[in-house]
Antibody, heavy 121, light 110 residues
Framework: EVQMLESGGGLVQPGGSLRLSCAAS????????VNWVRQAPGRGLEWVAG????????FYGDSVRGRFTISRDNSKNTVYLQMSRLRAEDTAIYYC??????????????WGQGTKVTVSS | QSALTQPPSASGSPGQSVTISCTGT?????????VSWYRQHPGKAPKLIIY???KRPSGVPDRFSGAKSGNTASLTVSGLQAEDEAEYYC??????????FGGGTKVTVL
């Protein structure tokens, strides 16, 4: 059974930093890109960042580029999202999600339960 | 890039069909066959129901079908059931390793 388990969310002040983790199991981890998608309270889904299976390539949405860094440790089957210079508008539930195929682009078949990030003073 | 455009709401009676549209541009929906659809119940993570425009992941019933014409994709849910009442989101690959979501459509089963 595939599992994606996020952790690391919490309350942080504007301008602060936070690191989210996504522990994956149940599939050949290195074969699949993993992405972060967020959902602000009462709002829709927003793609945040993605990393290829090898970790060699990373991609970012416009709203987080330059502030967030995605990475993965394939020895631990874990993907990270380092968030810095946080703003109130980064407040959201953050989901990690796996691509449905090794060749797919932007189709996420397995999602975690989400971790809540609140940016507030 | 701007979000894809979805109608805010749609509805149908049990057993009927409902179709949701998702409009983008040549730079996303129209340019790639990487349109996906998700169903999300309140407080839950999204669930993939269609990928690559028409494909269904294993376990998704054939009541769900996807299509695309030009810059507009669509999702049809046939044989509406109570469990289909949820928010539905489309997404598309937008080029340059970018993914764009639609604003969501709330489907109500009357």
């Amino acid at each position: 059974e595939v599992q994606m388990l996020e952790s690391g969310g919490g309350l942080v002040q504007p301008g602060g930093s936070l690191r989210l983790s996504c522990a994956a199991s149940g599939f050949t981890f290195t074969n699949y890109a993993v992405n972060w998608v967020r959902q602000a309270p009462g709002r829709g889904l927003e793609w945040v960042a993605g990393v290829t299976g090898s970790g060699a390539n990373t991609f970012y949405g416009d709203s987080v580029r330059g502030r967030f860094t995605i990475s993965r440790d394939n020895s631990k089957n874990t993907v990270y999202l380092q968030m810095s210079r946080l703003r109130a508008e980064d407040t959201a539930i953050y989901y990690c999600a796996k691509e449905v195929l090794s060749t797919s682009k932007g189709s996420f078949d397995e999602w975690g339960q989400g971790t809540k990030v609140t940016v507030s003073s | 890039q701007s979000a894809l455009t979805q109608p805010p709401s749609a509805s149908g009676s049990p057993g009927q069909s409902v179709t949701i549209s998702c409009t983008g541009t040549r730079g996303d929906v129209g340019g790639y066959n990487y349109v996906s659809w998700y169903r999300q119940h309140p407080g839950k993570a999204p669930k993939l129901i269609i990928y690559e425009v028409t494909k269904r992941p294993s376990g998704v019933p054939d009541r769900f079908s996807g299509a695309k014409s030009g810059n507009t994709a669509s999702l049809t849910v046939s044989g509406l059931q109570a469990e289909d009442e949820a928010e539905y989101y489309c997404s598309s690959y937008g080029g340059s390793n970018n993914v764009i979501f639609g604003g969501g459509t709330k489907v109500t089963v009357l």
